[in-house]
Every structure is written in structure tokens, then in C-alpha cells.
């Protein structure tokens, strides 16, 4: 398979927090901050593989500062690494306050995902074309990541 770039399914998408969206206090759930990651990290999955992608977990996932109900949510998402069938894409989140013009990162997180074939089995994807040395220590950092949780899946959490 050809190696494909990063900038290949590198996105950006963005969300005007409603009050649908937030809590009582007026700050966006949590959860809806995470299904907006989770969407952005299956878009760049499946733009480099164009396959069917499901996530199979999630590391550091931090939640840094509060999202407010009239904010921008300004989701961006970039492949770090591919393994045979699988890949992780790093996810950040930053928020704007349309009111001031303030801008302040709000979250982020590491999305591990499978692609699929159509019978529902892992299919192999196309490899992560690395093109500078910050590419490569994301990857290796990546790479990192998924052995310490496959470690702690061998070995139970404590």
C-alpha cells in the first residue's frame, strides 16, 4: 500500500455551544465534548483508509478548561501513527468566546482506531507517511501509548 501524508485527513471542525449542549451551570457537557472528539477522530481515520473505522479506546483524554453555552468549539484532529489495521489520531480542542475574541485550549486526547472491512473484521490500512522529526516523535510517542495499554490490558489496571 502507498504511504499517505498526514495533511491527507488532517480536519477541522467546529460547533457553537447550545444549551442543549451544557449543564445547568451553562458549561458543555463532557460527553458532548467527547462525541465531537470521537467524530473528528473517525473522520481522519476513515478520509486515510477510507474504510469503516470504529474507536477501539482512548487515552489522556483531559478536559482542561470549562466550554460555555455561546462559545465556538473548535475541534482539530491529525493522524499520529498506523499500525497494520489500526491508528491513532491525536485530538485538541480549543474553545472561542465570540463575545471577546478569546481563544483557550480546552481539551484533548488520543483515539485509537480500527478500520473495518465489510464483514466487520479488521482490514488492513495504508501506512503513515512520517515527514519530519516531529512526525516521527509523535509516532514513536504513539507507539509508546499502545504498548503501555496493551500492557495494562494483559495485566488488569492495578
Known amino acids: 500500500m502507498v504511504p499517505k501524508s498526514r495533511q491527507e ?40 483508509c477510507l474504510q ?16 460555555f ?6 475541534c482539530n484532529a491529525e493522524l499520529n501513527y498506523t499500525g497494520r489495521t489500526s491508528m ?8 472561542e468566546d465570540l463575545t471577546r475574541g478569546l481563544i483557550k485550549h480546552v481539551s484533548e486526547g488520543y ?11 479488521p482490514t488492513e490500512i495504508p501506512p503513515l507517511l ?7 516523535n509523535c509516532a514513536d510517542a504513539a507507539q509508546r501509548r499502545i504498548a503501555l495499554m496493551k500492557q495494562v490490558k494483559h495485566t488488569g489496571p492495578c
Open 52 to 67: 469503516n473505522v470504529v474507536t477501539a479506546s482512548v487515552t489522556q483524554l483531559s478536559f482542561i478548561e470549562p466550554i
Open 88 to 95: 491513532e489520531v491525536h485530538v485538541w480542542v480549543d474553545a
Open 69 to 74: 453555552v455561546g462559545d465556538l468549539v473548535i
Open 9 to 48: 485527513s488532517k480536519i477541522t471542525m467546529t460547533q457553537i455551544v447550545l444549551p442543549y449542549h451544557a449543564n445547568v451551570a451553562g458549561n458543555m457537557h463532557g460527553g458532548e465534548v467527547m462525541k465531537l472528539m470521537d467524530s473528528a477522530a473517525g473522520v481522519v481515520a476513515a478520509r486515510h
Open 111 to 121: 483515539f485509537f482506531m480500527v478500520a473495518l472491512d465489510r464483514n466487520g473484521r
Open 130 to 136: 512520517i515527514e519530519t522529526e516531529e512526525q516521527r
